[in-house]
């Protein structure tokens, strides 16, 4: 609890003043009003000081906090974007996996960080369905440094939440989402070395951040679960929280999976008939 109270303290004093900088230097996104990035350093900064030194993971993170950086700066997709990405998930990947599953922990770290630009397209959206990630990956990890880096993030991203809820006064920014989906990524990772026990429920947690990113990386945003929600309620405010309220249940079904609370084939069935739910919901208006 101390890790999450100083990552707390920390991005709450710093987040808005990475805020200031940035609409001083117009790093700002100007859509319906102007929002300044940046908000993601204050979290960098937070998980570099408050979690103890571990080369590769520190390494990992730097690595996808710079890409973020110069896409924030200069506001446009970085050329070496991918590469960067790569060296990242090979990093976690080379900690976190035996070399006989290695291909495929790769592909999961750089798929789920490639996937995390695609959170955010509404205020107070990527900082809440990372919080709920965050609390399941936390039961699921297998190390105690996992643990604190997972406690970390989300005392960092509960204080990002309170200047980011809509009307959001600050946004993430890539370095925000990228260094998200890195711990995220990481701590899907240390899940898998408890085995299936810990590796489905960490797939289902994190499930609403698949309904929502797979649609943009596919060219079909309509179909995200925000515009999905939002085409019903019509209202941000509103359909953020019953963003909460489905990753909410979805963490019930991760833990309940883990701690065995119900049968598994119970869980399981509920899981899929949720999720199907969720797939149909609003289906006339997406047409």
């Known amino acids: 609890m101390l890790y999450f109270l100083i990552s707390f303290a920390i991005s709450i004093i710093l987040v808005p003043i990475f805020g200031k900088l940035a609409l001083k230097y117009n790093f700002v996104e100007k859509k319906e009003r102007v929002i300044p990035y940046l908000g993601g350093m204050g979290l960098f900064v937070s998980l570099t000081f408050v979690v103890p030194f571990d080369l590769l993971v520190k ?62 397209h509404f205020d107070g959206l990527g900082s809440s369905l990372s919080i709920f990630s965050g609390v399941g990956l936390y039961f699921l990890v297998t190390s105690s440094y996992d643990k604190l880096l ?83 309620v019509k209202e941000k405010k509103r359909m953020l929280y019953l963003i909460w309220i489905v990753s909410g249940l979805y963490l019930l079904i991760s833990l309940s999976l883990y701690f065995g609370l119900f049968s598994s084939e119970f869980v399981y069935m509920f899981y899929i008939i949720y999720t199907i739910f969720l797939l149909l919901i609003s289906k006339e208006v997406v047409k």
């Open 150 to 232: 997972i406690l970390s993030l989300l005392g960092s991203l509960f204080a990002f939440t309170f200047y980011n809820f809509p009307p959001a006064r600050i946004q993430l920014g890539k370095i925000g989402l990228y260094l998200i989906g890195g711990v995220i990524a990481i701590g899907v990772l240390s899940s898998s070395r408890g085995g299936i026990s810990h590796l489905i429920p960490s797939f289902v947690v994190i499930t609403p951040i698949f309904l929502e990113a797979i649609p943009y990386l596919i060219n079909k945003p309509k179909y995200s679960l925000s515009l999905r929600i939002m085409r019903i």
């Open 59 to 120: 390494s990992s993170l730097t690595i996808l906090a710079i890409l973020g950086m110069f896409e924030d700066v200069k506001g446009t997709f970085f050329k070496f974007y991918y590469l960067f990405v790569f060296l990242s998930s090979i990093i976690i990947t080379f900690k976190y996996v035996s070399s006989f599953y290695i291909m495929f922990g790769f592909l999961i770290a750089f798929f789920i960080i490639s996937i995390f630009k695609e959170i955010d």
